[in-house]
């Protein structure tokens, strides 16, 4: 059923142009679209990046994190399989997990001590037939009729998703076959390990930041180190791919040294081309074709908050976290291969240098949205202008476009219904 | 205390923290003044400076924030902060409490101190940003100059705000 202004306006949602070149600033801003979020994006029909496989490869080993706001717990039961379930007690509601990570046969809530198994099963209630036979809990009380809401987890190359809808298509096929293939390019055959991880607080609103990852036009513009030093610069080989749907992007590029730069940069007189800037130990940048494509940098992201990322040999996963409407977690995990050798690691440890709240290529990341956060503070009733590239959402051969930016807001407004 | 007490006394550790101290202090005052060009010349050459949270640190993990394993590095991360990278302005304090003086072998000394930061704000608003310690190896050369041979910033928070332009 088409939706009037008004239905919109009975939504909480603002009025939208029937464009994806327009996005009403109000929606960095209102309290009405962060709950409507959490029940329409990250608890409806979407799957949610949770943990990787391996920080779950023991029975009995388990995270917990978020869907959206929603805390979980992912768990690896005896019987090999994945589990996931709202981390909030059947009884009073009191976290089950209070822990980041962890291995045990079960949980037990520390309040009245109702006992979960590995996969959110009431398992026991404390005093259920009372003290002396006073107190207790009525007769034909059913314990297993209280139970936290339960996850549908899939796994894809290393990679454990949850939802809580019984109607989104399989992880890969949500995904779309032309990012899957990216995902195995990095993921797909070689047992990961974890090598680092941190948090990192961003003073905007979840979706400036998702839009960042996605925007490939801003890339060069931003990040000088990337344009000076030749690791990324629009005029190389490259592209743009957006999944059908618009949620899951790639945006990647290709070194080709034998073709001169363009000189698209120096016409405009951009502040990015400073050709004084040399650097001491370069060597930081040095690369090895591992997969032998030539591709040395790959963005990578999927609808709500998965984002992928390689630069050069640096292999990094995002979660992105809604905390507050102006407020956004950015959990980091840095990978490597199993079977890295010693040299291989360092370059791999070397090149975290390059993003990360401290990156030398990316820095400009953390801080970007809030600018956006601040600079539309009272600008409520306008909207921001996506029309580099056109009006479209489509893959594409440059990089020069706001097309995966504008995929972003497709599927955004179909989980949102506007 | 006659002249034996006081060289004993200097001798059990006292004159290495003593120096450790005053370098701390000297490596405060130059990021917090803003002299970040001398910043590298705190280390020697085939240095590691790190900057990473506690959990990374207990768990060998050393993917962290910054990962630096040359002086060229350093002066490469000064110049990207003067010449490319974009943020808003801002400083630093450091409040850097007294060394603890864990061994030493030869002019090598391993040394812990913690510090707080708090970060000011173009707008003037000032936060508690990063509190933590340095785990340190340092070089107390024989004419009375210190240099580090290793720092690792092990931060005891896992999260860090906006971003971390300025070294720690």
Redesign the interface.
């Known amino acids: 059923m088409e939706m009037t202004t008004e239905d919109r306006i009975d939504n909480s949602m603002p009025a939208w142009p029937d464009t994806l070149t327009r996005v009403p600033f109000e929606v960095y801003q209102s309290r009405e679209v962060h709950e409507l979020e959490q029940k329409n994006i990250y608890e409806g029909a979407t799957w949610n990046y949770l943990c990787l496989e391996a920080e779950l490869s023991q029975p009995g080993d388990f995270v917990s994190t978020f869907i959206g706001a929603m805390p979980v717990v992912v768990a690896r039961d005896v019987d090999g399989e994945l589990y996931g379930f709202e981390n909030r007690c059947a009884h009073r509601g009191a976290l089950i997990a209070l822990e980041n990570a962890g291995n045990t046969k079960g949980f037990s809530c520390v309040y009245h001590a109702w006992a979960y198994d590995l996969q959110g099963n009431v398992k026991g209630v404390a005093f259920q037939n009372g003290v002396n036979g006073k107190g207790g809990m009525p007769p034909g009380f059913d314990a297993g009729q209280h139970a936290p809401r339960k996850l549908r987890i899939a796994t894809t190359c290393g990679l454990v998703f949850g939802t809580l809808s019984d109607d989104v298509d399989s992880v890969e096929e949500y995904i779309g076959d032309a990012v899957m293939e990216r995902i195995r390019r990095l993921l797909g055959d070689r047992p990961l390990e974890?090598?680092?991880?941190?948090?990192?607080?961003?003073?905007n609103n979840w979706k400036l930041y998702f839009e960042n990852v996605k925007d490939s036009y801003h890339a060069s513009l931003?990040h000088?180190?990337l344009t000076?030093f030749e690791i990324n610069r629009l005029t190389q080989r490259g592209g743009l791919i957006v999944s059908p749907d618009g949620g899951s992007h790639v945006s990647y590029s290709i070194i080709d040294k034998t073709v001169a730069a363009g000189s698209e940069y120096k016409e405009q007189a951009l502040r990015v081309d400073?050709e004084n800037?040399r650097?001491?130990?370069?060597?930081?940048l040095d690369y090895v074709d591992e997969i032998g494509d030539g591709i040395t940098l790959q963005i990578l992201s999927v609808f709500p908050g998965f984002v992928l990322g390689q630069v050069n040999n640096s292999l990094v996963v995002r979660q992105v976290l809604p905390k507050e409407v102006d407020l956004t977690?950015l959990n980091w995990t840095?990978l490597g291969y199993a079977d890295d050798t010693p040299e291989l690691r360092?370059m791999?440890?070397?090149q975290?240098?390059m993003v990360?709240?401290?990156g030398?290529v990316s820095?400009?990341d953390?801080?970007v949205g809030?600018?956006v956060q601040r600079g539309v503070g009272t600008a409520r009733e306008y909207s921001a202008v996506l029309e580099m590239g056109g009006e479209d959402a489509a893959s594409s051969d440059t990089r020069a476009t706001e097309a995966s930016v504008r995929g972003f807001w497709k599927a955004y407004r179909r989980h949102m219904g506007v | 205390m006659d002249q034996s007490d006081v060289k004993q006394w200097l001798d059990a550790g006292m004159y290495a923290q003593l120096r450790i101290d005053r370098f701390n202090a000297a490596y405060a005052r130059c990021i917090d003044n803003d002299e970040l060009e001398a910043w590298p010349d705190f280390f020697e050459e085939g240095c590691l400076y790190t900057v990473t949270s506690n959990d990374n640190h207990q768990r060998g993990f050393v993917g962290g924030i910054v990962y630096a394993d040359s002086v060229g590095m350093l002066r490469d991360r000064v110049s990207g902060l003067r010449e490319a990278n974009i943020y808003e302005a801002h400083r630093y304090r450091h409040l850097i409490a007294p060394a603890t003086v864990l061994s030493s072998e030869g002019d090598r000394v391993r040394a812990e101190a913690p510090f707080a930061v708090y970060r000011i704000m173009r707008t003037g608003r000032t936060d508690l940003f990063v509190t933590g310690r340095y785990v340190d190896t340092l070089r107390l050369g024989p004419g009375g100059e210190v240099k580090l041979i290793e720092r690792r910033v092990v931060c005891d928070s896992s999260s860090f705000d906006t971003l971390l332009a300025i070294p720690l």
């Open positions: 974890v090598i680092g991880r941190y948090t990192q607080i961003l003073p931003l000088l180190f000076t400073n800037y650097l001491h130990d370069p060597s930081f977690e840095y360092r791999r440890h070397r975290l240098n990360g709240p401290a030398l820095m400009e953390g801080a809030g600018f």
